[in-house]
């Protein structure tokens, strides 16, 4: 099975901004034991502006872009080091791939990096994606920047053809109403239509650290049930429930695709 995994930047860093090592260990360790089982799997990754505020005197995230991408400059090399040392330890390789949405516009261009990825995986290597942020421009914002990465991400699932995609997020699923604010809030085991109904489920951006919220992940699972393919929401606390998805068990919500 070909499975896109994302994780975001809530996930992988805690409160103080600085990484989650614990836990990435953890993620990794099971990432190349799919890949191991067999599976192609490629890690869609945030957490260069993270890192980047964490080498840096800078108490958060300043608003201005040109700071915005000089953090993501400064944060990604040093993900992709931390990458390449633990999945090296448990014998996986890894690739850096950053993306521009203008890069994907562009049919040519589109299939060559999809090529590119064929290779990877032949090669046995686990490609790592992220958003080229230091360049992608948002003068002409809906034109050339995902800005999240759960958007990044879904285009990456549809143009590389892959099974599944799953986004790890620091909330279980889909729920009926903000679980945040109702207790009473029930999770939504499979989403089969994107109607009104499940939009008015998505209240609210995420956390302080992350970019998208519930709305961003909906419109992932749109561009991916759209080509016939499958989304699961989940909670990234439990990388072992990776494990369960890939074998088809109900975890988090599933987003079917119209395959
Ligand atoms: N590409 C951004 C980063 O690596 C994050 C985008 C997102 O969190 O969705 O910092």
Redesign the pocket.
């Known amino acids: 099975m070909r499975i896109v995994i994302k994780i ?2 809530s996930s992988l860093t805690y409160a103080t901004g600085r990484l989650n090592y614990r836990y990435v260990k953890v993620l990794v360790g099971v990432l190349c034991d799919l890949k191991n089982m067999g599976h192609e799997v490629v890690l869609v990754s ?5 890192v980047g505020l964490g080498k840096t005197t800078l108490a958060k995230k300043p608003a201005e872009t040109d700071y915005r991408r000089a953090l ?1 400059a400064i ?1 990604q090399s040093s993900l992709m080091a931390i990458y390449e040392e633990l999945f090296g330890a448990y014998g996986c390789q890894v690739s850096q791939v950053l993306i521009t949405k203008s890069a994907l516009q562009d049919e040519a261009n589109k299939n060559d990096i999809a090529s590119a990825f064929s290779r990877m995986f032949e090669l046995e290597i686990i490609p790592i994606v ?2 080229n ?1 230091v360049v992608a421009s948002d003068a002409m914002k809906s034109m050339d920047l995902f800005g ?3 958007t990044l991400s879904a285009h990456v699932a549809e143009f590389i053809k892959a099974d599944l995609l799953i986004i790890l997020s620091d909330i279980n699923g889909l729920y009926d109403s903000d679980p945040r604010g109702n207790p009473n809030a029930k999770i939504i085991p499979l989403v089969t239509h994107l109607n009104d109904e499940i939009y008015k489920m998505a209240s609210g951006a995420g956390t302080a650290r ?3 919220g519930m709305a961003t992940k909906l419109n992932a699972a749109a561009i991916v049930m759209a080509s016939g393919k499958d989304m699961v929401i989940t909670n990234s606390s439990r990388p072992d429930d990776l494990y369960k998805i890939v074998a088809g068990e109900a975890v988090g919500t599933l987003f079917k695709g119209r395959a």
């Open positions: 975001g930047t945030s957490g260069a502006m993270g993501a944060g992220n958003e942020d999240d990465n759960d992350g970019t998208g």
